[in-house]
T-cell receptor, first 112, second 114 residues
């Protein structure tokens, strides 16, 4: 079965703290893609990153970084020096066939 | 338009009425998805269109739900005889070709069934 778990329902941090959002996935496919999306209060989901199963190299984009580990089926997302504008719900997703399976989301609140 | 457009942005209806929600995907995107997001919940897949292929309807929760996509572009999600549990935000997304391409989401249509 294809499944994405985001165990952290809500996280609150103070501005400038680092925060890591966890994502654990299950799939029987050997080739798959993982995604992170951000849903700010406005509601529109915004694509952040796509990673294929053959590329375990960690990626950094500004204050964002992603740690993909196939051995633990995890694809964690870290925000360094968090800002109030990072407050949103973050979804991890796995592509399964032509369909996307989304995790339940983690609500991040960054307090000033 | 530049992005995925959905209408109406908000819809309030009475139990038992039919509603239609519209999605206008990004021009040239062959794949179109509908998802439902209940309050505080994750995204629930409803239906997927890819080009001229038969749609994947495996996520539709009941036969009250249907969707069509005309001319490979605009899609309409229809909910017949609405129930209170249908209240949710209905999200549409499109992708250049489906598969592993990234999804571009609209802002959603918030449906409230009284």
């Amino acid at each position: 079965a294809q499944k994405v778990t985001q165990a952290q329902t809500e996280i609150s941090v103070v501005e400038k703290e680092d925060v890591t959002l966890d994502c654990v996935y299950e799939t029987r496919d050997t080739t798959y893609y993982l995604f992170w999306y951000k849903q700010p209060p406005s509601g529109e989901l915004v694509f952040l990153i796509r990673r294929n199963s053959f590329d375990e190299q960690n990626e950094i984009s500004g204050r964002y970084s992603w740690n993909f580990q196939k051995s633990t089926s995890s694809f964690n997302f870290t925000i360094t020096a968090s800002q109030v504008v990072d407050s949103a719900v973050y979804f991890c997703a796995l592509i399964y066939g032509q369909n996307f399976v989304f995790g339940p989301g983690t609500r991040l609140s960054v307090l000033p | 338009g530049a992005g995925v457009s959905q209408s109406p942005s908000n819809k309030v209806t009475e139990k038992g009425k039919d509603v239609e929600l519209r999605c206008d995907p990004i021009s040239g995107h062959t794949a179109l998805y509908w998802y439902r997001q209940s309050l505080g919940q994750g995204l629930e897949f409803l239906i997927y269109f890819q080009g001229n292929s038969a749609p994947d309807k495996s996520g539709l929760p009941s036969d009250r739900f249907s969707a069509e996509r005309t001319g490979g572009s605009v899609s309409t999600l229809t909910i017949q005889r609405t129930q209170q549990e249908d209240s949710a935000v209905y999200l549409c997304a499109s992708s250049l070709r489906g598969g592993h391409g990234e999804l571009f989401f609209g802002e959603g249509s918030r449906l409230t069934v009284l």
